[in-house]
């Protein structure tokens, strides 16, 4: 069959191809510590599991509305008013199977050809995949490790121009851990104010950020009117199968998006909503161990990468990702993440992966046990003290 052209557009997410290599090397009998994916490996909490279950029982597999049940919409609208500040209403919440629909649906809606999308670099690789493939002109502006990976706000300015449509942000960050600061995000409405330009704000990780306070753009007034949030289940509550995520955005625009989800995937399962009510509504105790987890794993790891021969690695503000500095080793980032694959059965991301600014860098993901951390730091060690030598 011949594809359609728009599918040479389309990229992918490298965290996914590295694990089905890493999965063949342990077919083979190795043993690999995977530091590579994105995923909180702890198990949904008890409650949250046991309404799922209790819906189901009550036989909550039919169909739903496309925009997501309103008892899932009312509870969403509570939360991100309580979290943000603000005053969300059911009908600006659309929910969705995972997130990352609310990612392309948004671009895919509001991005004609020609028009620019500013996005972050390095950033998580579906950013510029979805602006390409809907034709959008993806530019990119970079984050770099002598400012904590946050932008500098004149480069910022002068990526912005009047064919600015969308502003992705990030914050905390994949795959850096940098987190923007409140007047990073002045600078940004200031840009997206003066250009008329949507702002897409994927606030993901905002429950995992380890120093200081969570600012979200959904709390700037000026801003109510050309915003769009993301945000979900699968880090905080550790639901990444359950695919439950959720935008909030204008009414109007709301309405279109719920068509996109009509016309694509229909409605999201309902026992798994019920279940992301128990999750919001609920008892939030695991929430709060899990993160205290990752801070812990967090200074584990940064202090171990700092003492791997031509690693330098910054302390991540949020997240779950180390994203050292390896230049000092004189490999290429790919070349790199092979060969601690190969050689050392750690599976890891090149920063290249995330973008031309990735060059440089490598991504560990420490959503594992400390155990398998400290067992990866010492192989990564010797690793590279071989290409030392």
């Not at 399962?269 to 205290?292: H, N, T, W």
């Not at 980032?333 to 995330?354: H, I, M, N």
């Not at 991504?363 to 030392?388: G, H, M």
């Amino acid at each position: 069959m011949k594809l359609a052209e728009r599918m040479s557009r389309l990229g992918t997410e490298t965290a996914f191809e590295v694990l089905v290599k890493a999965r063949a090397l342990e077919a083979q009998g190795r043993d690999i510590v995977h530091l590579e994916v994105g995923e909180p490996d702890f198990p949904t909490a008890p409650n949250i599991v046991e309404a799922g279950i209790r819906a189901l029982r009550d036989g909550k597999t039919k169909y739903t509305p496309s925009a997501g049940i309103l008892e899932l919409r009312e509870v969403i609208a509570e939360h991100v008013s309580t979290t943000r500040g603000v005053s969300i209403t059911p009908n600006q919440v659309v929910v969705t199977p995972g997130a990352k629909p609310i990612m392309f649906f948004s671009i895919l809606a509001l991005v004609d050809a020609g028009d620019e999308v500013l996005y972050p670099n390095p950033g998580f690789p579906i950013y510029e995949s979805m602006i390409n493939y809907c034709g959008g002109t993806p530019v990119p502006y970079v984050l770099r490790e002598e400012n904590n990976f946050r932008f500098d706000p004149d480069e910022f300015r002068a990526k912005a121009n009047p064919k600015t449509k969308m502003i992705i942000i990030n914050s905390p960050q994949n795959p850096t851990g940098g987190v923007l600061e409140p007047d990073d995000l002045q600078v940004i409405a200031e840009v997206a104010n003066k250009y008329d330009a949507v702002i897409f704000t994927d606030e993901i990780y905002n429950e995992m950020l380890y120093d200081g306070k969570f600012s979200s753009l959904l709390s700037v007034p000026t801003l109510s009117e050309r915003l769009v949030m993301l945000d979900g289940f699968s880090k905080s509550y550790a639901m990444t199968g359950w695919r439950l995520g959720w935008g909030i955005m204008p009414a109007p625009l709301a309405e279109h998006i719920t068509r996109l989800q009509t016309n694509s995937n229909s409605c999201v399962a309902g026992f798994v909503q019920y279940a992301g009510i128990e999750a919001l509504k609920g008892p939030q105790d695991s929430v709060r161990q899990m993160v205290a987890a990752f801070k812990e794993r967090r200074d584990v790891i940064v202090e171990g990468l700092n003492a791997v021969p031509g690693f330098k690695c910054l302390k991540p503000r949020g997240a779950f990702y180390a994203f050292p500095n390896v230049r000092a080793t004189s490999w290429d980032s790919r070349k790199l993440a092979d060969y601690l694959l190969c050689e050392a059965g750690v599976a890891c991301l090149s920063g290249t992966a995330f973008g031309s600014a990735g060059e440089g860098y490598v991504r560990f993901s420490y959503a594992n046990s400390l155990e398998n951390i400290k067992k990866a730091l010492t192989r990564i060690r010797e690793a590279v003290e071989k290409i030392q030598d």
